[in-house]
């Protein structure tokens, strides 16, 4: 039982460069979570997937794309990176809306 | 004003202390109340839900005020272990909005 796994666990992209960041869960959860961690900002949802079909934006939603391809996987895209895109991104995913599970997460950083 | 507000510390105790944190929130609307622990370059984990009537779970105990929009944590006999950043999360509209503080640190040391 491996939780939540996300992939890669570190990133280096050039301006305007494009990735997708995985992530899958085995715990059978319905609601699935990408957040953005930042110094002194915190943790800011950048979009979500009440259920498998569909999504909806978060607190900071430009520049990402979102894919929830089935139940266990939810992956983030972004299309043309920028310098403000370096971060280290979470996974989490949820049953209930309560206790969310966090993946290790992805340290991405756009030079 | 920020939704979620946490005093971001650092706080340094002598293992053994007994240390709280309090975080407020703005809107009345919220619902439910959670404590996470982040340790450096790792994922939060839920250290506890916060229920109105307050809960306890060995060393430590969450309280949740009401009339004064903000929860506590309350940590009894520091151990080295605690030391982590810990996150104020407060929801309302189910999993529709889910609001993290910025994490209070708390530096435990011998």
């Known amino acids: 039982n491996a939780g939540v796994t996300q992939t890669p666990k570190f990133q280096v992209l050039k301006t305007g460069q494009s990735m997708t960041l995985q992530c899958a869960q085995d715990?059978?959860?319905?609601?699935m979570y990408w957040y953005r961690q930042d110094p002194g900002m915190g943790l800011r949802l950048i979009y979500y997937s009440a259920s498998e079909g569909t999504t909806d934006k978060g607190e900071v939603p430009n520049g990402y794309n979102v894919s929830r391809l089935n139940k266990r996987e939810f992956s983030l895209r972004l299309e043309s990176a920028a310098p403000s895109q370096t971060s280290v991104y979470f996974c989490?995913?949820?049953?209930?809306?309560?206790?969310?599970?966090f993946g290790p997460g992805t340290r991405l950083t756009v030079l | 004003r920020k939704e979620v507000e946490q005093d971001p510390g650092p706080f340094n105790v002598p293992e053994g202390a007994t240390v709280a944190f309090n975080c407020t929130y703005s809107?009345?609307?919220?619902?439910?109340f959670f404590w996470y622990r982040q340790d450096c370059r790792k994922e939060p984990k839920l250290l506890m839900s916060?229920?109105?009537s307050g809960n306890e779970d060995g060393r430590f105990t969450a309280q949740l005020n009401r009339a004064s929009q903000y929860i506590s944590l309350l940590i009894r006999d520091s151990k080295l272990s605690d030391s982590a950043t810990y996150l104020c999360?407060?929801?309302?509209?189910?999993?529709?909005?889910?609001?993290f503080g910025t994490g209070t640190k708390l530096q435990v040391i011998p």
């Open positions: 989490a995913s949820s049953e209930r809306g309560y206790e969310q599970f």
């Open positions: 999360v407060v929801t309302r509209g189910g999993y529709q909005k889910v609001t």
């Open positions: 715990m059978n959860h319905n609601s």
């Open positions: 916060v229920y109105s």
């Open positions: 809107n009345s609307a919220s619902q439910s």
